[in-house]
């Protein structure tokens, strides 16, 4: 099973980082999965920063961000209802990639994401045109109804899984963090969500170690 956390909001005008290769990887990695230390921080400390990471990861247009923006200060108890959805479904696809990852069956994770949001995204679907007038499947509501979103997360979950990419997905193996990825790299080594954080906060402990181990090892002798 994936990391069970409780979490604590992270500073709001923190930027969102997109490291993940897809964007349910990137939904997931709005929360920081910190395993035993019992607290994490939380990207979706409101609903505007749930539309400010949508129109970051290109789930959402500018237009559409800013006209559910609008329908969310109309209608605030709605918006919270909707952001306490957002996190269950980020909740849920942890669990999920989580499986997938370690190559396990993910059986109950999936039943859920087709009866509570796969079932939601499609019926709300439909061909659309869009703004260079070609067609798209999309959300002719995404303007209007705050779920919208999570209608495209749970879509874009679903192509994931059911995609040659479903054998690459990983999980950082830096401490403290559990972050999703696509690797996609030549080799299929890649270890971290970027090198330029975990990547390297992990060789500069590892060499500390060392240096450690070697100073040990002159003062015994």
Known sequence: MGIAIAFRQLDSMTPFRYVGGDQSLDFV??????????AGLDGFASYHRLL???EGAQVLAGPSAAALRAVSDEYPARAVRVLSDAVRLRALLERLFYAVS?????????TELNEHWLSSSLSESAI???HDNSLAL?????????ESPLWAVARAAA?????ADASRIRRCGGDACGWFYVDRSRN???????ME???TKMKSRRRAERNMAAHDGLKAN
């Open 138 to 146: 999309g959300w002719p509501r995404a303007n209007s109804a705050l």
């Open 128 to 130: 659309i045109r869009i």
């Open 29 to 38: 990695n709005t929360a920081h999965w910190v395993e035993g230390s019992g």
């Open 159 to 163: 192509t994931l899984i059911t995609s």
């Open 188 to 194: 299929g080594l890649r270890r971290w969500c970027e």
């Open 52 to 54: 400010e990471w949508a």
């Open 102 to 110: 370690e190559h396990n069956g993910a059986d109950t994770e999936i």
């Open 197 to 199: 954080t975990c990547g």
